[in-house]
């Protein structure tokens, strides 16, 4: 805190409320104001030519900040009170909100109940549509965007990607291309198209997505494959995720994430209506956190090294968690039924025609033949319990609900256990086979070719 600046302009610096790439925000005071107010606070960089250009969309997007923002007056949208530009800094006075952003609250062991998430969008909704019928887009929606308090009073903030859509595109000094966050972006937004209302309408879709769920919608191991699934790839039903919501909530992300601008809500005011329906058909306020002791008992074991920590929430989701006595038998040899499970704590044995193969303890899988025999779908063998047992259960039917990633995951891990498990058998058998043939080797550098008869 020693570089703490005491003093900006006319504002008294109090204390730093937040730091980004390109700006600081200062809790400040000054006599013109009642109340302390939140000083976004920009100091520009070298004059190179690089520093120079990013210096200047800086100020595109402080002007724009300034311009469009200090228009709104809603009660769910962060007040501009002044901005200044100077030479080597500049700063934009705002309202002050003791709240904190909705990236808190989206993670799976972090959600909000059900009905405090439809209030919050709901708000956030109404304040879009009053920004559209100002002529502002806000292009920027995303969880760091949207603050809430203790009371689920709502602010929409940083609208310096804002766009005037009462002025030509390519005469907007607002509007810059590649601007917004890609995970939030709408197709037409990635695709450079001309934006109205349905862009941010499509975004909080995608918000309200991930409070629910604690993921996103779309998700891609890079840019590229991210920007393809947002443009042509359906996202998963949120029943799916969560069976307990009403099916209408279903229909009202479907509608939100509409590819096609038509099908798509064409105003906040709809959006919100739909959120009120959904909202009368809960059954109750009553919310339970999910177990967070069973999430970290799974992200210790190695079999879920390769997961990110929502494909292990979701792992969670689509198994069953159990527990059975020494001596009972979970799976029988030639079963069809496909189920495979993870040993949590115990020891269970896999057997053939009544003969122990291995013995199997924390942290190793049993089952996963049937699951990858896409054929026969027939467990090899019979698993029986050695001791008390703690294991989690996984219903390929839960499963197939699941995301790709999720599945692709799964078997990926399953297909790792089989070779290494069929190594080990072979390496087994091998002690007690006959010797092998003894083949001649080829000539270094022989080419084989293939002879046609």
């Not at 969008?121 to 920004?131: H, P, S, V």
């Not at 189920?339 to 269970?348: D, E, H, P």
């Not at 467990?379 to 039917?397: G, I, K, Q, R, W």
Request: glycine share 6%; net charge neutral.
């Amino acid at each position: 805190m020693s570089d703490l600046p005491t003093q900006i302009g006319d504002f008294r610096i109090i204390k730093e409320l937040g730091k980004g790439a390109t700006a600081t925000v200062y809790l400040a005071e000054s006599p013109a104001y009642p109340e302390p107010v939140a000083l976004k606070y920009i100091r520009f960089a070298d004059k190179s030519k690089d520093e120079a250009k990013w210096n200047r969309r800086l100020l595109k997007l402080l002007k724009a900040e300034r311009a469009v923002a200090s228009r709104l007056n809603h009660p769910h949208i962060i007040r501009i009170f002044e901005g200044v530009v100077g030479t080597n800094e500049a700063y934009v006075v705002m309202e002050y909100f003791p709240g904190e952003s909705l990236e808190r609250f989206c993670t799976f062991s972090s959600l909000l109940p059900v009905h405090r998430t439809i209030g919050i969008i709901f708000k956030c909704c109404m304040a879009l549509d009053y920004a559209y019928r100002q002529g502002v887009v806000h292009r920027d929606i995303k969880p760091a965007n949207i603050l809430v308090d203790d009371k689920d009073n709502v602010k929409i903030t940083d609208f310096g990607l804002a766009m005037n859509i009462n002025k030509r595109v390519d005469t907007d000094s607002t509007f810059i291309m590649g601007v917004g966050s890609p995970a939030y972006m709408s197709p037409e937004q990635i695709k450079a198209y001309p934006l109205n209302q349905k862009t941010d309408l499509y975004s909080l879709g995608v918000v309200l997505f991930h409070l629910l769920t604690g993921r996103l919608p779309f998700r891609a191991k890079n840019p590229a494959q991210l920007i393809y699934k947002i443009i042509n790839a359906d996202p998963p039903a949120v029943s799916q995720l969560l069976p307990d919501l009403p099916e209408l909530m279903d229909k009202v992300i479907r509608k939100s994430l509409e590819k096609d601008l038509y099908s798509r809500y064409k105003n906040g005011a709809e959006f919100a209506k739909d959120l009120s329906a959904v909202r009368y058909q809960l059954v109750d306020d009553k919310f339970l956190p999910p177990d967070t002791s069973r999430f970290s008992t799974l992200r210790k074991l190695t079999f879920f090294t390769e997961f990110d920590d929502v494909d292990v929430w979701e792992a969670l989701r689509i198994s069953s968690w159990r527990t059975v006595k020494a001596n009972t038998t979970l799976i029988r040899e030639g079963d069809q039924d496909q189920r495979f499970g993870l040993v949590i704590t115990g020891k269970v044995e896999l057997a053939v025609a009544g003969k122990r193969i291995v013995e199997l303890g924390e942290d190793e899988v049993f089952g996963e033949t049937a699951y990858l025999d896409e054929l026969g779908h027939k467990h090899l063998f019979s698993v029986v319990t050695l001791t008390d047992v703690t294991y989690l259960e996984v219903n390929p039917a839960a499963l197939a609900l699941s995301t790709e990633e999720s599945q692709d995951l799964f078997r990926r891990r399953l297909t790792t256990t089989l070779t290494k498990r069929l190594g080990i058998l072979s390496a087994t058998v091998a002690k007690t086979a006959p010797a092998a043939t003894a083949g001649q080797a080829l000539a270094p550098g022989l080419d084989l070719q293939l002879i046609d008869d």
